[in-house]
C-alpha cells in the first residue's frame, strides 16, 4: 500500500517555474515506478513523466520534454517535478502516481494515486 500527497501547486505566469513534490508513505515506495500525469476539467488524464524505481530511467510526454524534469528520493520517500518555461496550456491539477510496472505512461498501469494540486499559468 502506498499513499500519496503531492503540494507545490499555485499560480505562475507564463515562463515562470514551479516544483512539485509527491510524498509518499508505505514500505513498496522504492519498489514503485513513480508518475506524474495532468488532468483539465472535461478531459482525460494525460501522462506527463516516469521515472524508474533506482531513478535511472525517465521518460516523458513530448509537450513538456526539455521543459519539465522528473526526480526521485528514496531515502525521502519523495518525487519531484520541476517545471521550467512553463505555458498557459500546462494549467491543470497534476497527479502523482505509484506503479509496479516498469517506465509506463498509460493511467491503467498505475495502482495508486494522490489528491492532485493545482497549477495555474497565466499568459
Known amino acids: 500500500q502506498v499513499q500519496l500527497v503531492e503540494s507545490g501547486g499555485g499560480l505562475v505566469q507564463a515562463g515562470g517555474s514551479l516544483r512539485l513534490s509527491c510524498a509518499a508513505s508505505?514500505?513498496?515506495?522504492?519498489?514503485?515506478?513513480m508518475g506524474w500525469f495532468r488532468q483539465v476539467p472535461g478531459k482525460e488524464r494525460e501522462f506527463v513523466a516516469v521515472?524508474?524505481?533506482?531513478?535511472?530511467?525517465?521518460y516523458y510526454a513530448d509537450s513538456v520534454k526539455g521543459r519539465f524534469t522528473i526526480s526521485r528520493d528514496n531515502a525521502k520517500n519523495m518525487v519531484y517535478l520541476q517545471m521550467n518555461s512553463l505555458k498557459p496550456e500546462d494549467t491543470a491539477i497534476y497527479y502523482c502516481?505509484?506503479?509496479?510496472?516498469?517506465?509506463?505512461?498509460?493511467?491503467?498501469?498505475?495502482?495508486?494515486w494522490g489528491q492532485g494540486t493545482q497549477v495555474t499559468v497565466s499568459s
Open positions: 502516481a505509484a506503479s509496479r510496472l516498469w517506465l509506463v505512461a498509460a493511467t491503467t498501469a498505475y495502482d495508486y
Open positions: 508505505g514500505r513498496t515506495f522504492s519498489s514503485n515506478s
Open positions: 521515472i524508474t524505481t533506482s531513478g535511472g530511467s525517465t
